[in-house]
């Protein structure tokens, strides 16, 4: 890996924090050898990988941005560049986790690099959850799940609330609190 390529990483690629050791870990806890498992939004693959790591499940990690699909793929998996959702079939996963952008920022900040497109979530931090749940309903096979990180910064009732509108019912299944927010995993089921 060239110079370039670390500064990439370093400051291109969202890398492993409190909330993506949250996700992994109650994901971990719930998946099976069998499943057939979406990481969207992958960054680093930290996810991605201790749940194929530890479950055996079939992960494929799926990102946005083009030096996290890199490092992702430099950690052996499977990996694919994808907006959310969109490019996947419909049925494939019987589970999608996901770790959004969901900082609430100020709509007149610019979305000039792939840290800030990782971090900020909008307005109300839903800029990129709410497309998500309008759309992942579509590659969950019938008994599938939806693993999704939320902050209480983005407001935890609102995006179950809104997961409902999209036919899901959700269950915390995990939280952890900090000083500045309480960071939740979703359990979203039709």
């Not at 494929?60 to 907006?83: C, K, M, Y």
């Not at 100020?106 to 792939?114: A, V």
């Not at 008994?143 to 995006?159: I, K, M, N, P, Q």
């Amino acid at each position: 890996m060239g110079l370039r390529d670390r500064r990439d990483v370093e400051t291109e690629v969202y890398q492993p924090a409190e909330d993506s050791q949250l996700l992994a870990e109650a994901a971990r806890e719930r998946l099976e050898a069998s499943d057939r498992v979406l990481e969207v939004g992958t960054g680093s693959g930290y996810v991605a990988d201790r749940v194929a790591v530890e479950t055996d499940a079939r992960v494929l990690a799926a990102d946005l941005n083009p030096h996290a699909v890199r490092q992702a793929r430099e950690r052996g998996l499977e990996t694919v560049r994808a907006d959310l959702v969109s490019p996947f079939a419909d049925g494939a996963f019987d589970a999608v986790l996901f770790n959004p952008p969901y900082l609430p920022t100020d709509p007149d900040n610019e979305w000039d690099d792939w840290m800030e497109r990782a971090l900020s979530g909008g307005e109300d931090g839903r800029a990129v959850i709410d497309p998500f749940l309008e759309r992942v309903g579509r590659v969950l096979a019938p008994d599938g799940a939806v693993y999704l990180l939320v902050s209480s910064l983005t407001g935890v009732d609102d995006v179950v609330e809104r997961a409902g509108e999209e036919g899901f019912s959700a269950v915390a299944v995990a939280d952890e609190s900090f000083p500045f927010e309480t960071l939740t995993v979703l359990e979203l089921v039709r």
